[in-house]
């Protein structure tokens, strides 16, 4: 089921402009991340988390909730291009309907979403928070670390900055967004294929009050 983002006229211009530019994507098709192709780095955490709630920030076409969903986890997706979640629903139509819901929404305003759960166990951004600047990727970053749960996991791959970009999060800025309360445990470089630019994984974890991780769920 997709659920409409209400009041998109309130976004600032810079998201307004970048809505823009994905909605033009999507049009044209030159969408070349949509490779329907679930990254190894998911897939691993996929074999060691038990399945339970999981959210896919800036889902796209919904490539990573059709695996999710296959792994027997409950998953929400948000993104903010009418046709990519259209597009996410239609992939994820042979699946439960109750156990996954697409969110036509801006990932910077998550507090304005009522019917995202309270918590999760998994959190997923390929791709969509490093574009955000500033002002909005604090807010965005508040949404992601009220959203996880104790023992929770958030997988963000985030290309770094380079001088003829806006674009890209530093090592640096990933780690002043959200730690505390979350902790980077790895982050891992490598090459982004498309923008040409270093590019990193890193898993970011919400310790339990105890200090370990939730690898049991009931
Ligand atoms: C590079 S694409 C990656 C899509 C998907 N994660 C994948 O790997 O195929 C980034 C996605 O984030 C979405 N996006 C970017 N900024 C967003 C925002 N502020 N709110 C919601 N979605 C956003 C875009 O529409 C686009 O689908």
């Known amino acids: 089921m997709i659920w409409r983002d209400k009041d998109s006229l309130n976004s600032p211009k810079d998201t307004a402009d970048r809505r823009q530019m994905f909605t033009a994507r999507y049009a044209t098709g030159e969408t ?15 074999d060691e988390l038990p399945a339970g709630a999981a959210l896919d920030l800036g889902c796209g076409t919904g490539t990573v909730m059709r695996d999710l969903l296959a792994r027997g986890w409950r998953v929400d997706g948000i993104d903010f291009v009418p046709a990519a979640t259209e597009r996410a629903a239609q992939k994820l139509a042979d699946s439960p309907p109750e156990n996954w819901r697409v969110f036509c929404h801006d990932v910077t305003r998550l507090p304005e979403l009522p019917e995202l759960r309270e918590r999760y166990h998994l959190i997923i951004d390929i791709g969509c928070g490093h ?34 970009s806006t ?16 902790r980077i445990a790895w982050r891992q470089d490598g090459e982004h294929s498309i923008l040409g630019a270093i590019a990193s994984w890193y898993r970011l974890e919400r310790l339990t009050n105890g200090g370990a991780l939730m690898l049991a769920r009931a």
């Open 32 to 46: 070349p991340w949509d490779s329907g192709i679930t990254p190894p780095e998911i897939k691993q955490i996929l």
């Open 131 to 164: 574009g955000l600047p500033g002002e909005a990727a604090a807010d965005y970053a508040r949404g992601v670390s009220e959203r996880l749960a104790e023992g929770g996991v958030f997988m963000l791959y985030a290309a770094q900055p380079r001088p003829e």
């Open 167 to 182: 674009m890209g999060w530093s090592p640096d800025f990933v780690e002043r967004l959200f730690c505390p309360p979350l």
